[in-house]
Every structure is written in structure tokens, then in C-alpha cells.
T-cell receptor, first 113, second 114 residues
């Protein structure tokens, strides 16, 4: 079974731009969660999508948004990028039921200059 | 979800057992103990989880004390590839669950030396 894939793996953007990151979950998984990881704050939850609906949201500003498609693939978007948005963005997939073990992708390393 | 306390760092000789402790003294009856690890610059990897019985899989064993206030993750024969940050997470499963939201603390940096 293929694992979670994230594209692109690396990205460099300029302040004020916007960016879209993509995540393809494990086949059959309906839940996708997104996390931001920085050296200062560690791993922080952004949001979760299940069956195309956002059902959980962390404490991030509205510049961070996401969506999920009918095939469970998910995208997250960050508008008006700030230097502090430089981070590793991770997505995790899960069946969305039961024990809820999450399987993480390799992440997208975003650098904002 | 209950808070956990882990030592910031530990080390272990290759081939020996690595025992990683986690304190979760405020755990409630419907909270499970989960362990993940993150090898440098990779996504976290699910290891194991349990409620009150000890659990074992191909990666590790999880020992939960009888009062459930602490647990230990055991890697029976540590290798250099086990060097990683290990996260202990306590969470509700089922009714009242935070679903896809995991609360990661700072974890324990395990260094396995040759």
C-alpha cells in the first residue's frame, strides 16, 4: 500500500505571496489532518478534513485554509505569506474512525523570504 | 486530552533495550496512550497504542502501569536507525475524541550510539 504523499517537497516563496500544498492520503483513508512544525512551537495542529468537511480546527489565522476533494486528497492554502510561516507542513491520513492511528507524509518544507 | 511529561533526552547503546518513560498522571478512564516517533526531518511515525493492557507489535512494546499514570515504550534491540524524537500522547478514543487532532509535546530525543 502506498503511503501518504505530499507535493511539493520544498518550496521557496516571498512575503505576501500565497501557496498551495497538496496531500494524497493512503488509499481508503477518509481523514486528512494538517500540522505545522517549527523549531520554536513544535508540531501544531492546523485542521482536519473528513469526507470533504472540515471537522476540527486549530488556532491559526484565517490566512490558513484547506479543502478536501471527493477522492480524499487535500490541499492547504496560505495567503499573504509572512516570514513566520516558514515551517515544515505535514499531513497525516487516517481511516477517520476507531483508534485513529495517523500516518504522516514526508512534509513540505516552506521557506518564506 | 491529558498532558504528558517526558525526559528531554536519553541515550542507549546499539543492541541494548531502550526504555522511554512517560508520565500521564491526570489520564482519565477513556484515554489511550499513543507513541509516535520522528526521525530527523521526516514525518512522525505511528508506533503503538494501548489502554491498560501491555501491548507489543513488531516495532516495540508498551507497558502501562496498573494505575495508568505512567507508561514505558520499550525498543528491545535499539539500532542506530532508532535515533529519533519519541512522542507520548494521551487521547480520548471514541465519544469525546479530538478525532484527527493530536497534541504533540516536546518528546524525548533518543540517541542510539554504536
Amino acid at each position: 500500500k502506498a503511503g501518504v504523499t505530499q507535493t511539493p517537497r520544498y518550496l521557496i516563496k516571498t512575503r505576501g505571496q500565497q501557496v498551495t500544498l497538496s496531500c494524497s492520503p493512503i488509499s481508503g483513508h477518509r481523514s486528512v489532518s494538517w500540522y505545522q512544525q517549527t523549531p520554536g512551537q513544535g508540531l501544531q495542529f492546523l485542521f482536519e478534513y473528513f469526507s470533504e468537511t472540515q471537522r476540527n480546527k486549530g488556532n491559526f489565522p484565517g490566512r490558513f485554509s484547506g479543502r478536501q476533494f471527493s477522492n480524499s486528497r487535500s490541499e492547504m492554502n496560505v495567503s499573504t505569506l509572512e516570514l513566520g510561516d516558514s515551517a515544515l507542513y505535514l499531513c497525516a491520513s487516517s481511516t477517520g474512525t476507531g483508534g485513529y492511528e495517523q500516518y504522516f507524509g514526508p512534509g513540505t518544507r516552506l521557506t518564506v523570504t | 486530552d491529558a498532558k504528558t511529561t517526558q525526559p528531554p533526552s536519553m541515550d542507549c547503546a546499539e543492541g541494548r533495550a531502550a526504555n522511554l518513560p512517560c508520565n500521564h498522571s491526570t489520564i482519565s478512564g477513556n484515554e489511550y496512550v499513543y507513541w509516535y516517533r520522528q526521525i530527523h526531518s521526516q514525518g512522525p511515525q505511528y508506533i503503538i497504542h494501548g489502554l491498560k493492557n501491555n501491548e507489543t507489535n513488531e516495532m516495540a512494546s508498551l507497558i502501562i502501569t496498573e494505575d495508568r499514570k505512567s507508561s514505558t515504550l520499550i525498543l528491545p534491540h535499539a539500532t542506530l536507525r532508532d535515533t529519533a524524537v519519541y512522542y507520548c500522547i494521551v487521547r480520548v478514543v471514541g465519544r469525546g475524541s479530538t478525532l484527527g487532532r493530536l497534541y504533540f509535546g516536546r518528546g524525548t530525543q533518543l540517541t542510539v550510539w554504536p
